[in-house]
């Protein structure tokens, strides 16, 4: 099988990301796409993040009625902090016999020389689907020169220019903004009956 790996902490899976996965799952004729739910991700340490059985309720409620989406544990069930090479490593021993996919916007491929390992990571994955970003400047010569044979590897895919972001949602949800249609229902009822993104009292 080919299979999407889609990470991010989903805070909380909204339409924006349904429509990537979604994308990339036909642009890329993938089989499968695995949601991997980071419960902390190094870039964002410090940051206020929803509690993680939360964010797993919601983003099962998101994807739980797509036959070819799946939740992944494999950054939920060990400490972290978790590094995308290291996630691949332990997929590839998870799935032996398939080829893996790592989803990104070309924002992330532009900035993939400042990740962990990135040579290892490159090696790693069977390819790298990277969704267009417009206004994102991509120094394709010098990423090639800085991580060799990037570009065999570089799938990039369209998606529909959706303007919607989870700290947006969380913002509107804390100032009160109608919130409903930028997700599915099952995640709008799971937050108004769990009073998620609410201000700290």
């Not at 532009?110 to 020389?113: I, V």
């Given at each position: 099988?080919?299979?999407?790996?889609?990470?991010?902490?989903?805070?909380?899976?909204?339409?924006?990301?349904?429509i990537?996965?979604?994308?990339?799952?036909?642009?890329?004729?993938?089989?499968?796409?695995?949601?991997?739910?980071?419960?902390?991700?190094?870039?964002?340490?410090?940051?206020r993040?929803?509690?993680?059985?939360d964010?797993?309720r919601l983003?099962?409620?998101?994807?739980?009625?797509?036959?070819?989406?799946?939740?992944?544990?494999?950054?939920?069930?060990?400490p972290?902090?978790?590094?995308?090479?290291d996630?691949?490593?332990?997929?590839?021993?998870?799935?032996?016999?398939?080829?893996?996919?790592?989803?990104?916007?070309e924002?992330?491929l532009?900035?993939?020389?400042t990740w962990?390992?990135?040579?290892?990571?490159?090696?790693?994955?069977?390819g790298?689907?990277?969704?267009?970003?417009?206004?994102v400047?991509?120094d394709?010569?010098?990423?090639?020169?800085?991580?060799?044979?990037?570009?065999?590897?570089?799938?990039?895919?369209?998606?529909p220019?959706?303007?919607?972001?989870?700290?947006?949602?969380?913002?509107?949800?804390?100032?009160?903004?109608?919130?409903?249609?930028?997700?599915?229902?099952?995640?709008?009822?799971?937050?108004?009956?769990?009073?998620?993104?609410?201000?700290?009292?």
């Open positions: 099988m080919r299979i999407g790996i889609f990470g991010g902490t989903f805070d909380p899976p909204h339409l924006g990301h349904l990537l996965a979604e994308e990339a799952l036909y642009q890329l004729a993938l089989d499968r796409i695995l949601w991997v739910l980071t419960e902390i991700p190094p870039h964002k340490l410090g940051w993040i929803t509690e993680l059985e964010r797993v983003t099962e409620a998101a994807i739980g009625c797509h036959p070819f989406f799946s939740l992944s544990r494999i950054e939920i069930d060990r972290g902090p978790h590094f995308a090479v996630t691949v490593r332990m997929l590839k021993e998870e799935y032996p016999h398939d080829g893996l996919f790592y989803i990104m916007g924002d992330s532009r900035d993939l020389p962990r390992s990135p040579d290892d990571f490159v090696h790693e994955v069977d790298i689907g990277v969704m267009r970003r417009t206004g400047t991509l394709s010569a010098g990423l090639e020169e800085s991580l060799k044979g990037i570009f065999s590897k570089v799938l990039f895919f369209d998606t220019l959706i303007e919607i972001s989870a700290s947006a949602i969380r913002e509107r949800v804390r100032a009160g903004k109608p919130f409903r249609y930028f997700l599915l229902p099952q995640v709008y009822d799971l937050i108004l009956e769990n009073d998620l993104y609410l201000p700290v009292k």
